[in-house]
């Protein structure tokens, strides 16, 4: 898809790109600045292995300031991206044999870490009517002697669904009855729209806080995708033999971004409500505009920038005189009839429905939308 999308750009096309995972603001010019003064004061050098003192204070303050309980700065540590904080887990944590569950929709890297590390991803289903979320039922289902983790994400990635108070209570017992770890991938949690209250497992089930592990970062609330500053809080032992394992491989994360991610967790939060309160427009602009294309429905998403659209009606057109049949297939008619870089729900374990990111301007997804009903027209 993204050949393809470069290729038309090459081209000259106008592509209008919702495939992208991540902010299209700059990051703030605070945070910048914050940057720039630490390389003039020095931050060229290693720094501990697992975090610099200063950023896994940041982050504790950080995470009790909004998730509502404070960690201990032993339980952090700080990783190149969340993407690497996940994939440290997953070599400390799995092995072959071990089972770990993963709801589907789910972000693509979830279940190929697992298989990365000789363990099996277990898929667990959800159903758009309940929201996308996992069900304590579906979930005890899916629960043997070798599940070793359990993987929640809310708000999600592909689905932007968010799992409200009494449904995380709901799972915790479930969980309580194993002795799994419980990750959940709180990313996307700063990133909710229409008051909806995120809340931490942390908070309400601290009886799972020996085995629960929390990922977060800055990528996504501060527009740093490109800075690559990630963490977990983990039990202690498990800090540990993460901190075996980045001492291995790359060390500690860069120390410039490090001062970065102090000055966005410290600073003021303006430019975040800022941007929250732009997405929330976008939000409303792409699900109303999607629902108004012939064939595809949306459901309203919680958080995240994502409208994961049902697009099964869209299944039964035939440009070329031949069925297109599966998301993947309309995805990439998607791009060479309408210009719409998007992507298909298989890879999250979707089939028949399509992503659609909001992290691009009004203007851009009116006229992607336009692009896409033209599209439908001509055939
Ligand atoms: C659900 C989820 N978790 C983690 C990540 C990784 O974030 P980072 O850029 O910090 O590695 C992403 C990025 O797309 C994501 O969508």
Not at 282 to 289: A, I
Request: proline share 7%; net charge neutral; with cysteine.
């Amino acid at each position: 898809m993204s050949a393809r999308a470069a290729k038309l750009r090459e081209e000259g096309h106008r592509v209008f790109a919702f495939g992208v995972g991540e902010p299209d603001f700059h990051t703030p010019q605070l945070i910048r600045d914050a940057a720039k003064r630490a390389i003039d004061a020095g931050a060229s050098h290693y720094t501990a292995v697992t975090g610099t003192a200063a950023l896994k204070k940041a982050i504790c303050a950080a995470t009790a300031r909004d998730r509502g309980w404070e960690p201990k700065p032993e339980q952090i540590v700080v990783s190149v991206g969340a993407k690497h904080a996940l994939f440290n887990l997953a070599l400390a944590l799995y092995e072959p044999g071990d089972e770990v569950i993963i709801p589907a929709p789910y972000w693509v890297s979830y279940p190929e870490q697992v298989r990365l590390v000789g363990a099996t991803p277990v898929i667990a289903a959800t159903r758009e009517e309940d929201g996308w979320l996992l069900t304590p039922e579906e979930l005890a289902s899916k629960i043997t002697p070798r599940t070793k983790a359990v993987i929640l994400c809310t708000p999600s990635n592909p689905t932007g669904s968010a799992y409200p108070r009494e449904r995380l209570e709901a799972l915790a017992k479930v969980l309580a009855k194993t002795d799994a770890y419980v990750i959940c991938d709180e990313i996307y949690a700063d990133l909710v729209y229409d008051g909806f209250q995120p809340v931490s497992m942390a908070v309400v089930a601290p009886e799972l806080r020996d085995r629960l592990i929390i990922v977060d970062g800055v990528s996504k609330t501060y527009a740093m995708t490109g800075w690559r500053i990630g963490w977990s809080i983990t039990p202690v032992a498990v800090a540990k033999a993460i901190d075996v394992i980045q001492g291995q491989s790359t060390t500690n994360p860069t120390a410039v971004a490090q001062e970065a991610a102090v000055a966005a967790l410290l600073g003021p939060r303006d430019d975040l409500v800022a941007m929250r309160k732009v997405f929330a427009e976008r939000r409303v602009r792409m699900v109303e505009g999607l629902r108004s294309v012939p064939g595809v429905k949306c459901r309203m998403p919680e958080g995240a920038f994502y409208a994961f659209a049902d697009v099964r009606g869209l299944c039964d057109l035939a440009p070329g005189g031949e069925r297109l049949g599966t998301d993947e297939r309309v995805a990439l008619w998607l791009l060479d009839a309408a210009k719409v870089a998007a992507v298909p729900g298989t890879p999250f374990g979707a089939p028949g429905y399509i992503r659609f990111s909001f992290a691009s301007s009004l203007e851009t997804i009116d006229a992607g939308i336009q692009a896409m009903k033209d599209a439908i027209a001509r055939i």
